[in-house]
Nanobody, 123 residues
Framework: QVQLVESGGGVVQAGGSLRLSCAAS????????MGWFRQSPGKERESVAV????????YYADSVKGRFTISRDNIKSTVSLQMNSLKPEDTAVYYC????????????????WGQGTQVTVSS
């Protein structure tokens, strides 16, 4: 079955960096667009960054532009999110997701989801 497993979350001080990784199995990874989403208590799940199947096209939420970078390795079936200059408002559970619906930032279009990894940024 399809599995998406995130790793790399943790606690970091404001201004610090973290790198999240998502390992995919059970699907033809290079056929899927991938996305990173996040959700904090009391808020809806929001798109952070998405990348197309080939890695050439990506979109970022305005709140993370210039700080976060999404990348993928279709040989290793992984997608990563490099997060720099972290802020307390970046605190959330981060999820990776896979979609064949065309590159989109709409969570409902994603077919498969990981279990999430907690990122906590202290001030």
């Amino acid at each position: 079955q399809v599995q998406l497993v995130e790793s790399g979350g943790g606690v970091v001080q404001a201004g610090g960096s973290l790198r999240l990784s998502c390992a995919a199995s059970g699907l033809t990874f290079s056929s899927y667009d991938m996305g990173w989403f996040r959700q904090s208590p009391g808020k809806e799940r929001e798109s952070v960054a998405v990348i197309n199947w080939g890695g050439a096209v990506n979109y970022y939420a305005d709140s993370v532009k210039g700080r976060f970078t999404i990348s993928r390795d279709n040989i290793k079936s992984t997608v990563s999110l490099q997060m720099n200059s972290l802020k307390p408002e970046d605190t959330a559970v981060y999820y990776c997701a896979a979609s064949k619906a065309g590159l989109t930032r709409v969570a409902a279009a994603y077919d498969y989801w990981g279990q999430g990894t907690q990122v906590t940024v202290s001030s």
